[in-house]
């Protein structure tokens, strides 16, 4: 995908996800690797009003080269470009339920998610609660940079998701899909529920080629 269709993709998606409620105001971010750097949403935009000609572009080493400045959570998303050579887009957003989760103080820190459907384990796998840091602090590389080898997406703790993906349709994909779970998991909260069992899991992954 060029560079061109890589905006319009951008614009498209966050126009999608804003207008279905997944993130609101000026929350949120997208960023996509492109063949010769990174488009990333600018700082404090909207993900419902993007301007393709206005996306930062940054170069290989994340030096801001064009357009609006970048989004101060630029941190979160290169933690997982250098360390998932897989990368190809970072999604972060603020919704509802994934955020409510990375404020519960007894969610599981090794894997926030619940495996309630095999969708969850398909398209994001365990999801880890990362400690506390101010938004847009670098501080946060080397907690991600511990797990991202290993994780394709991470809560933040009492701030929300971020999703990485080989590309942008698939990341959004993911960061859907976990919110969704979030979702079950907390309206089933005091219920009898009955989660994947390892085997399931197992199987899964085996003919997903997901490990």
């Known amino acids: ?15 999608s996800l804003f207008e279905r409620g997944l993130t609101a105001g000026s929350s949120g971010n997208i960023s996509v690797k492109t063949p010769d750097g990174y488009l990333a949403t600018p700082t404090n935009s909207c993900l419902g009003f993007l301007d393709a000609d206005r996306l930062s572009k940054l170069d290989s080493d994340g030096k801001h080269l064009s357009g609006d400045a970048p989004t101060k959570e630029l941190p979160l998303h290169f933690s997982f ?26 969610t599981d820190p090794r894997d926030a998610i619940p495996p309630l459907t095999p969708y969850v384990v398909m398209r994001v796998g365990k999801v880890p609660i990362i400690p506390y840091t101010r938004p847009g602090s670098s501080e946060v590389k080397p907690l991600i940079a511990e797990i991202a080898g290993e994780h394709s997406a991470v809560l933040l703790e009492n701030h929300g998701p971020i999703v990485s993906a080989a590309t942008l349709d698939s990341a959004v994909f993911a960061i859907e899909e976990l919110e969704e779970a979030a979702k079950l998991s907390i309206i089933t909260r005091g219920m009898k529920v009955r989660q994947l069992n390892t085997e399931q899991i197992a199987d899964l992954e085996r003919h997903f080629k997901l490990r």
């Open 1 to 15: 995908m060029n560079e061109t269709a890589l905006r319009e993709a951008i614009v498209r998606w966050g126009k």
């Open 81 to 106: 470009y250098e360390k998932r050579p897989q990368t190809g887009a970072v999604v972060h957003l603020h919704s509802t339920y994934a955020t409510a989760l990375s404020c519960l103080a007894d």
